[in-house]
């Protein structure tokens, strides 16, 4: 039977609903399982999944880095550019991400000046699959930025699958209806096939708004997470996963934290079984003392 990766990209067109904190705690939720996930954040700014990790050190200094892959000028390995995090390969994000439009577009005008072709939004599946991330790894996480541009669609044209976190509110509501027609654009414009694999609610305070905005959700919800704001919140200021926050630096363990921790890990079955994908050894979801990995 031919191996099957998970691969998908955490994407919402709304700010600050925590896509980022989702991506990092499914990587770790799949790790916990017994599988080998590799995150690729594609995101500029400051407030990304290696700030996150604690592995963005060297952001600002000439190394080796994925955009010099992408553009076709590498300084070494792919595989050297990778860090390993609980449990988890990371790829750690650097301020040449910045001017990726530009990078990509200067190498694309200069391959067509030598009569050569250079897909724009092809470049991190290439590289990706030149360093054989298919056959290594089990699960391939992108976290791109919300805007759109280069990122997103390489991001998409890598994975072709999104999870998307969600809002419910009024903001949410029209992040997820101007969805529908992104999906669209993106499959027409990279030529691509493009699922949706979950819709995740955060924030979730169970009022008569909130019910009709997730009534109206056309994409599958497989867990609808409450107002988590301390918990995600420690996790930045610890630069850590929920998992290792809770288990190292709470006091004291709360139920609806370990709850949280839970879904991360049913939403992570649920997004294996997707695609066909058995996790090795899945935890009893939201135990912590399962596959402990130290950072």
């Known amino acids: 039977m031919e191996d099957v990766m998970l691969a998908y990209s955490t994407y919402s067109e709304a700010g600050g609903v925590g ?3 989702i991506a990092a705690n499914l990587a770790v939720a799949h790790a916990r399982a017994g599988l080998k996930p590799l995150v690729v954040p594609l995101d ?3 407030g990304d999944l290696s700030r996150l990790f604690g592995v963005d050190t060297h952001r600002t200094e000439p190394v080796d880095n994925l955009v010099r892959h992408m553009i076709r000028r ?3 390995d792919f595989d050297d550019l990778i860090h390993r995090v609980e449990g988890l390969d990371i790829v750690p994000e650097h301020n040449m991400l910045s001017d990726l439009a530009e990078y990509l577009q200067r190498e694309k005008d200069q391959a067509e000046a030598m009569g050569e072709a250079f897909g724009i939004h092809a470049q991190l599946l290439r590289v990706l699959r030149e360093a054989g991330v298919p056959d290594k790894y089990d699960v391939l996480i992108c976290d791109p930025p919300a805007t759109e541009g280069p990122h997103l669609y390489n991001a998409i044209h890598a994975t072709r699958s999104l999870v998307i976190p969600i809002e419910p509110s009024a903001k949410g509501r029209a992040a997820v209806q101007g969805l529908e027609s992104l999906v669209a654009g993106l499959q027409d414009q990279l030529n691509v096939d493009v699922g949706v694999l979950a819709a995740i609610p955060i924030g979730f305070k169970d ?3 909130q019910r009709t905005i997730l009534d109206e959700i056309q994409y599958s919800i497989p867990e609808i997470i409450g107002e988590r704001a301390s918990l995600m919140e420690g996790c930045w200021m610890r630069q850590c996963s929920a998992f290792r926050y809770i288990r190292e630096f709470r006091d ?3 139920d ?3 709850e949280t921790l839970a879904q991360f890990d ?3 079955r649920y997004l294996e079984q997707s695609v ?3 996790a090795p050894n899945p935890p009893e979801p939201g135990d912590l003392d399962h596959g402990v990995v130290s950072a």
């Open 19 to 21: 896509k980022t904190t």
């Open 74 to 76: 590498p300084k070494g």
């Open 44 to 46: 500029p700014q400051d």
């Open 256 to 258: 609806y934290e370990l």
């Open 266 to 268: 049913r939403m992570a």
């Open 276 to 278: 066909g994908l058995d």
């Open 207 to 209: 009022t008569r708004d």
């Open 252 to 254: 004291r363990r709360r």
